[in-house]
């Protein structure tokens, strides 16, 4: 499920964009099917225009019916009838989404025997201090079996004492998701915490929930400003 709305705080209209010769959301849309991970890919969005893009090269929507607060409000809503298991949530603004980081958050689920574990996404290292910095970069920090404790866009841990080496990671915008655990997400109220930061993910933080973190050493290029855009397309060349 690829969540796909077409207005964008930072960025309007930015699924939209050129991206050498097609919209960024029919690359992320191409990414995914080109994996073949999925028994189906679709784009969930609130957006005609966008539905046309898709429809056009023959891929398949299903359009929100209601208002919602975040990418996995709307994946949840187009689920909820279906006969699914696992349901994976690719943003819209990834389209350096590649296979091997997609195996690697589904292994979870393999490998997860007695299904304890609800939900589960990637993080990869980053060193670049600009970055770190960046509010547009997410930032995550683990415990020891690597379940997240916290969701940022403030630089954590915060560097108090700089003798003391840190990873940092960078969150992407990619969930794995039980059925289960993504319809009850849609029914648990948006706290504080969320509605501060911005990041769907401390949602399940917020009510206790454990969230599974796998890392990648792929980044990609997420397109959240006019800026990324221009990264993306000198990559994409």
Not at 89 to 105: H, M, R, Y
Not at 189 to 213: D, Q, S, T, V
């Amino acid at each position: 499920m690829i969540p796909a709305r077409y207005q964008a705080s930072r960025f309007p209209a930015k699924l939209m964009q050129d991206l050498q010769g097609k919209p960024v959301i029919v690359r992320t849309y191409e990414a995914v099917l080109a994996t073949k991970l999925f028994d189906d890919v679709y784009i969930v969005t609130d957006s005609e225009v966008i539905q046309k893009a898709i429809e056009e090269i023959g891929g398949k929507v299903i359009r929100s019916k209601q208002e919602h607060q975040s990418g996995s409000d709307r994946i949840a809503e187009a689920v909820i009838d279906m006969d699914v298991d696992i349901v994976i949530n690719v943003q819209g603004d990834e389209p350096f989404i590649e296979k091997d980081s997609l195996i690697k958050v589904i292994d979870v689920f393999h490998k997860d025997k007695s299904k304890e574990i609800d939900l589960a996404s990637l993080m990869t290292p980053i060193t670049d201090w600009d970055e770190i910095k960046n509010p547009n970069t997410v930032k995550v920090i683990v415990d020891n079996n690597n379940f997240a404790l916290y969701f940022s866009r403030s630089p954590i841990p915060y560097p108090r004492d700089e003798n003391v080496d840190a990873t940092y990671y960078k969150h992407k915008g990619i969930y794995a998701f039980r059925k289960r655990a993504l319809v009850d997400f849609q029914k648990l109220p948006m706290l504080p915490l969320e509605a501060k930061e911005k990041i769907e993910a401390i949602r399940f933080l917020e009510y206790g929930r454990k969230l599974k973190m796998v890392e990648t050493e792929v980044s990609g290029i997420e397109i959240d400003t006019p800026e990324d855009l221009e990264r993306a397309i000198k990559a994409w060349k």
